[in-house]
């Protein structure tokens, strides 16, 4: 299947910075991106769809200008959480859309620590 | 607006036997309906899928049922093994946002 990549794996860091998380499809262009957080022990849960070249669509209560995402181009999609805040500690999963496969498929997670 | 259920949350079988997870959803227009196994630590993994216009579909040892009438959908793991231990998660295409909506999952465990 298609493969979808996450950069970095993992990453902590301290109250206030600025984090920023990189979507990559691999082996097909993905028009539209998702990104999703997911709480120990919960269900994933969809913060916003990115649109190659648009403003990304967010959920109803994720906040636009916390959560910055950018489709810049057809592979790649990044997500920064600006301002983190140990309750923003959470595993943040992508998915991209392949309109050939008329599927979509996961990136292996980024897990986020706020300290 | 878009929701699904799935039962059991938890769901622990002898090895060998088969194992069941059942989801339900309201949106009558939503066609299609994949499962997810997730192991601890990453990210999802597309198991199996089905879409509409067919009511089973299987693969080796998973099989999954749809029944649109009724709006649930099945999956069914038979002669269930080790590595089968992981959370599996049904979904379903949101078709008026065209955004996959997750359940809640269920942790299955296989008993040696």
């Known amino acids: 299947g298609a493969v979808v990549s996450q950069h970095p794996s993992w990453v902590i860091c301290k109250s206030g910075t600025s984090v920023k998380i990189e979507c990559r499809s691999l082996?097909?262009?993905?028009?539209?991106m998702f990104w999703y957080r997911q709480f120990p022990k919960q269900s994933l849960m969809l913060m916003a769809t990115?649109?190659?070249?648009?403003?990304?669509?967010?959920e109803q209560g994720v906040e636009k200008d916390k959560f910055l995402i950018n489709h810049a181009s057809l592979t790649l999609s990044t997500l920064t959480v600006t301002s983190a805040h140990p309750e923003d500690s959470s595993f943040y999963i992508c998915?991209?859309?392949?309109?050939?496969?008329?599927?979509?498929?996961f990136g292996p997670g980024t897990r986020l620590t706020v300290l | 607006g878009e929701n699904v259920e799935q039962h059991p949350s938890t769901l622990s079988v002898q090895e060998g036997d088969s194992a069941v997870i059942k989801c339900t959803y309201s949106?009558?227009?939503?066609?299609?309906f994949p499962w997810y196994k997730q192991e601890l630590g990453k990210g999802p993994q597309l198991i199996i899928d089905?879409?509409?216009?067919?009511g089973e579909k299987k693969d080796q040892r998973i099989a999954v049922t749809l029944n649109k009438t009724a709006k649930h959908f099945s999956l069914h793991i038979t002669e269930t093994q080790p590595e089968d231990s992981a959370v599996y998660f049904c979904?379903?295409?949101?078709?008026?946002?065209?955004?996959?909506?997750f359940g809640s999952g269920t942790r299955l465990s296989i008993r040696p």
């Open positions: 998915s991209a859309d392949s309109r050939s496969a008329d599927t979509q498929y």
């Open positions: 089905i879409r509409s216009n067919v």
């Open positions: 990115s649109n190659e070249g648009s403003k990304a669509t967010y």
């Open positions: 949106d009558s227009a939503s066609n299609y």
């Open positions: 979904a379903l295409l949101y078709s008026s946002a065209s955004k996959i909506i």
């Open positions: 082996d097909f262009q993905a028009t539209t």
